[in-house]
């Protein structure tokens, strides 16, 4: 087998023990023919030696992956090296830091074990994922029973290492604090079970290390500065202690002073004779500078000072003897010229069209030659600058649309210039122009506004060409706000109208709830019971009047309803229908006032349309048409399938037909049995028919 080559630091440096060599008595093989197992578990690494024998390589750095572990007894691992087979049925396991052999790809993060049973042991990312847990197949494989099988997951990725709980029972904290998913930073601690693990980024770690490394390295600086500070303060105070009076820091006592100072031998051997042994340092006297070239100059300054001198006098007496001469004619005065030369400037200024600059040029010459303004200039100039301030004053009004006021000083402005008469009519115009178009604005506002009333007072302002349009648009605008408004009174009302009804709809559903046990009563027959109910009602809503009400009304109706019932049902039962047909409606319409649903109003409508049908048929027999007319359509109503009803009412018809017959022949001779029987056909035959068209019309000519 091939010599292992020495593993690195962080692949565990320090194993090579007493238990790893060829001799050892560990390395027998297996009764099963597998060679022996290393001196440390396959799932351990340590990052530091054993003892200092081993550390050639240089001491490990327990701070690379957390914190120190203590030291383990070579002893311990030679005997658990040395009984290879009473693990042999126990999968090994194979984490890469473990391996010195092992493939290092995987990003440089790792998971180091801090407490639990897994105490000491590290697992780096092989992978962009690694999952922990005590199941066999997971990537880091733990021997704590209160761990998961799949306890969580740690996947890599640019951001950073997310760590995701995979369901586990007991759960996963981090720095204390339970969570589901999180990005781990490095230092982060996370308690599974029993087991405490720490997320290690190695790349964080070595700049930590960094730091701290250049963080000693100042403190050991600052500590060699304040050492020297200290020996030269001790230096200092054991020189004073002395008594010496020469101080070291003397600039007379530096060399590259001193060389500019050369003193002979012969006098620096007398001087280290004369000061032997007194403990002094003898300084040599410099030489004082030479003061010749001063005294030279100052010979030459009064030399030149005496010769000037005598220049002056003789000059002067040459103008003592020099025979005079008339006086010259006095120079023209400089401020007539100045004056002059700056009412030229003015009337440059002027034509310049510069006016305050010639009004200061004209003020100036007054100043210097009082009525030099021959002329009048600057009269006219004022005037003209007190125009042009009015014109500017106008403008500054116009631009902040004060329009009124900007017309009302342009009116009051003196009169100019030519030219700027010409400017205040520009100015006039532009203003009428801007004003136009600011109430042209104002009154596109308040129609956008809907404000008839801001718009008919723009009105009257507004350009005549202008006027009539905008007065349209006012009218159309108060007839669609007239028309809005009654639109919204409209829609007011009926939502009130619709309120209102809601209202009464809750109430009459309120009612209704209230009087459900007496309609159930009243379905059932049971009439009394029903009215007793009534009171009941009223007795649990005694505040409400509507109830109140309800209860007296149902109170009165239902015994009316049971006796007409009664008597209907009697004449039913002896087969007395046409008798019937009167109680029996009387019946229907009482059980229309109580308002109860149920299938009794069905019964009593098929009991009034037999019997409205026989007393139609009797009626028919015996010549009442009207009484007819009425028993049959009340049956086709109450059940519009009837037959007997239909052909009821056909003969009726034929039997009109002959009545209105034999009252217009009738109607000459005998008017008031034609009237009679007219009024018979009007009330018997159809609405809309020519019988009872004509009926009426001949009733109206014997009847005006």
Same mark, same amino acid.
């Given at each position: 087998?091939?010599?292992?080559?020495?593993?690195?630091?962080?692949?565990?440096?320090?194993?090579?023990?007493?238990?790893?060599?060829?001799?050892?008595?560990?390395?027998?093989?297996?009764?099963?023919?597998?060679?022996?197992?290393?001196?440390?578990?396959?799932?351990?690494?340590?990052?530091?030696?054993?003892?200092?024998?081993?550390?050639?390589?240089?001491?490990?750095?327990?701070?690379?992956?957390?914190?120190?572990?203590?030291?383990?007894?070579?002893?311990?691992?030679?005997?658990?090296?040395?009984?290879?087979?009473?693990?042999?049925?126990?999968?090994?396991?194979?984490?890469?830091?473990?391996?010195?052999?092992?493939?290092?790809?995987?990003?440089?993060?790792?998971?180091?074990?801090?407490?639990?049973?897994?105490?000491?042991?590290?697992?780096?990312?092989?992978?962009?994922?690694?999952?922990?847990?005590?199941?066999?197949?997971?990537?880091?494989?733990?021997?704590?029973?209160?761990?998961?099988?799949?306890?969580?997951?740690?996947?890599?990725?640019?951001?950073?290492?997310?760590?995701?709980?995979?369901?586990?029972?007991?759960?996963?904290?981090?720095?204390?604090?339970?969570?589901?998913?999180?990005?781990?930073?490095?230092?982060?601690?996370?308690?599974?079970?029993?087991?405490?693990?720490?997320?290690?980024?190695?790349?964080?770690?070595?700049?930590?290390?960094?730091?701290?490394?250049?963080?000693?390295?100042?403190?050991?600086?600052?500590?060699?500065?304040?050492?020297?500070?200290?020996?030269?303060?001790?230096?200092?105070?054991?020189?004073?202690?002395?008594?010496?009076?020469?101080?070291?820091?003397?600039?007379?006592?530096?060399?590259?002073?001193?060389?500019?100072?050369?003193?002979?031998?012969?006098?620096?051997?007398?001087?280290?004779?004369?000061?032997?042994?007194?403990?002094?340092?003898?300084?040599?006297?410099?030489?004082?500078?030479?003061?010749?070239?001063?005294?030279?100059?100052?010979?030459?300054?009064?030399?030149?000072?005496?010769?000037?001198?005598?220049?002056?006098?003789?000059?002067?007496?040459?103008?003592?003897?020099?025979?005079?001469?008339?006086?010259?004619?006095?120079?023209?005065?400089?401020?007539?010229?100045?004056?002059?030369?700056?009412?030229?400037?003015?009337?440059?200024?002027?034509?310049?069209?510069?006016?305050?600059?010639?009004?200061?040029?004209?003020?100036?010459?007054?100043?210097?030659?009082?009525?030099?303004?021959?002329?009048?200039?600057?009269?006219?100039?004022?005037?003209?600058?007190?125009?042009?301030?009015?014109?500017?004053?106008?403008?500054?009004?116009?631009?902040?649309?004060?329009?009124?006021?900007?017309?009302?000083?342009?009116?009051?402005?003196?009169?100019?210039?030519?030219?700027?008469?010409?400017?205040?009519?520009?100015?006039?115009?532009?203003?009428?122009?801007?004003?136009?178009?600011?109430?042209?604005?104002?009154?596109?506002?308040?129609?956008?506004?809907?404000?008839?009333?801001?718009?008919?007072?723009?009105?009257?302002?507004?350009?005549?060409?202008?006027?009539?349009?905008?007065?349209?648009?006012? @009218?159309?605008?108060? &007839?669609?706000? !007239?028309? %809005? /408004? *009654?639109?919204?009174?409209? =829609?007011?009302? #009926?939502?009130?109208? +619709?309120?209102?009804?809601?209202?009464?709809?809750?109430?009459?559903?309120?009612?209704?709830?209230?009087?459900?046990?007496?309609?159930?009563?009243?379905?059932?027959?049971?009439?009394?019971?029903?009215?007793?109910?009534?009171?009941?009602?009223?007795?649990?809503?005694?505040?409400?009047?509507?109830?109140?009400?309800?209860?007296?009304?149902?109170?009165?109706?239902?015994?009316?309803?049971?006796?007409?019932?009664?008597?209907? @049902?009697?004449?039913? &039962?002896?087969? !007395?229908? %046409? /008798? *019937?047909?009167?109680?029996? =409606?009387?019946? #229907?319409?009482?059980? +229309?006032?109580?308002?109860?649903?149920?299938?009794?109003?069905?019964?009593?409508?098929?009991?009034?349309?037999?019997?409205?049908?026989?007393?139609?048929?009797?009626?028919?027999?015996?010549?009442?048409?009207?009484?007819?007319?009425?028993?049959?359509?009340?049956?086709?109503?109450?059940?519009?399938?009837?037959?007997?009803?239909?052909?009821?009412?056909?003969?009726?018809?034929?039997?009109?037909?002959?009545?209105?017959?034999?009252?217009?022949?009738?109607?000459?001779?005998?008017?008031?049995? *034609?009237?009679?029987?007219?009024?018979?056909?009007?009330?018997?035959?159809?609405?809309?028919?020519?019988?009872?068209?004509?009926?009426?019309?001949?009733?109206?000519?014997?009847?005006?």
């Amino acid at each position: 087998m091939p010599a292992r080559p020495p593993s690195s630091s962080r692949s565990g440096a320090g194993r090579s023990g007493g238990n790893g060599g060829a001799d050892s008595p560990s390395a027998k093989p297996s009764s099963r023919g597998r060679p022996p197992r290393e001196a440390s578990s396959s799932d351990e690494d340590f990052a530091a030696p054993a003892s200092g024998d081993d550390a050639s390589d240089g001491p490990a750095n327990p701070e690379l992956y957390g914190d120190a572990l203590p030291p383990r007894s070579r002893a311990d691992e030679t005997r658990v090296g040395a009984i290879p087979e009473s693990r042999d049925d126990e999968p090994r396991r194979d984490d890469d830091d473990d391996n010195s052999e092992a493939t290092r790809a995987g990003p440089p993060v790792q998971l180091l074990v801090l407490a639990g049973p897994d105490r000491g042991r590290k697992k780096r990312f092989q992978g962009v994922r690694m999952v922990v847990g005590r199941g066999k197949d997971c990537d880091f494989v733990l021997d704590d029973q209160s761990v998961s099988r799949r306890h969580l997951e740690l996947v890599y990725s640019q951001s950073g290492v997310a760590m995701r709980d995979l369901g586990s029972i007991s759960g996963t904290q981090v720095n204390d604090q339970r969570v589901d998913e999180c990005i781990l930073k490095h230092g982060d601690e996370i308690a599974i079970g029993k087991t405490r693990l720490r997320f290690v980024d190695e790349a964080e770690q070595i700049k930590e290390l960094r730091v701290q490394a250049e963080a000693r390295e100042a403190e050991e600086k600052r500590e060699r500065e304040e050492a020297s500070k200290e020996r030269d303060e001790a230096r200092k105070a054991a020189s004073s202690a002395r008594g010496s009076d020469v101080d070291p820091n003397d600039p007379r006592l530096n060399e590259a002073t001193n060389a500019n100072y050369r003193v002979p031998e012969q006098l620096q051997a007398k001087n280290r004779e004369n000061n032997k042994g007194k403990g002094a340092i003898a300084i040599p006297r410099t030489r004082p500078p030479p003061r010749a070239a001063a005294a030279e100059s100052d010979s030459k300054v009064k030399l030149f000072i005496g010769l000037g001198g005598a220049v002056i006098v003789l000059l002067m007496l040459g103008l003592l003897f020099i025979p005079s001469k008339p006086p010259p004619p006095p120079p023209p005065d400089p401020s007539i010229e100045r004056a002059k030369l700056l009412m030229q400037k003015a009337r440059e200024s002027v034509r310049a069209d510069d006016y305050t600059a010639a009004l200061g040029f004209v003020e100036e010459a007054e100043k210097l030659r009082p009525g030099v303004d021959e002329e009048g200039l600057g009269k006219a100039v004022a005037k003209e600058v007190e125009v042009r301030k009015v014109f500017q004053a106008a403008r500054e009004l116009m631009d902040a649309q004060n329009f009124d006021e900007a017309r009302k000083i342009l009116n009051a402005a003196p009169q100019g210039t030519a030219k700027s008469d010409d400017v205040r009519r520009k100015l006039e115009a532009e203003l009428e122009e801007k004003d136009t178009a600011f109430r042209i604005a104002k009154m596109e506002e308040a129609l956008t506004a809907r404000d008839p009333d801001a718009a008919r007072a723009l009105l009257d302002r507004m350009p005549d060409v202008s006027k009539p349009a905008y007065s349209q648009r006012i @009218q159309d605008l108060v &007839a669609e706000l !007239a028309k %809005e /408004s *009654a639109d919204d009174a409209r =829609r007011a009302r #009926a939502g009130r109208a +619709r309120a209102e009804e809601l209202a009464k709809e809750e109430r009459k559903r309120f009612i209704e709830e209230a009087f459900t046990d007496v309609e159930r009563r009243f379905n059932g027959g049971d009439y009394q019971r029903a009215v007793l109910e009534c009171d009941r009602v009223v007795e649990k809503y005694k505040a409400d009047k509507d109830v109140r009400d309800r209860s007296r009304q149902l109170k009165t109706l239902i015994p009316q309803f049971q006796r007409t019932l009664d008597d209907a @049902q009697k004449k039913l &039962a002896s087969n !007395a229908l %046409e /008798s *019937a047909s009167k109680p029996l =409606r009387r019946a #229907a319409e009482l059980y +229309r006032q109580i308002g109860f649903q149920g299938s009794l109003g069905r019964t009593l409508d098929e009991q009034l349309a037999s019997a409205a049908l026989a007393a139609g048929q009797g009626a028919l027999k015996k010549g009442d048409l009207a009484v007819a007319g009425s028993n049959f359509r009340e049956a086709l109503r109450l059940n519009p399938g009837d037959r007997r009803a239909r052909d009821g009412l056909d003969e009726l018809q034929k039997k009109v037909e002959e009545l209105y017959m034999r009252a217009y022949i009738e109607r000459d001779r005998d008017p008031s049995a *034609a009237a009679m029987k007219f009024k018979i056909v009007i009330e018997t035959a159809p609405e809309g028919s020519d019988t009872k068209r004509k009926a009426e019309m001949f009733l109206s000519e014997l009847q005006p």
